[in-house]
């Protein structure tokens, strides 16, 4: 049950990071001011 929970939770978490840093670097009105990175 745990091993199988972990299976899908470390993915879910990764991609859920990954969405929010684009999301961040995309919509970040701030960071696109200062420059693109």
Do not use: F, K, N, Y
């Not at 879910?12 to 420059?35: C, F, H, K, N, Y």
């Amino acid at each position: 049950m745990i091993l199988e929970l972990l299976v899908v939770m470390v993915p879910g978490v990764l991609l859920a990071l990954w969405v929010l840093a684009w999301i961040r670097t995309s919509e970040g009105p701030d960071r696109q001011d200062r420059g693109p990175r």
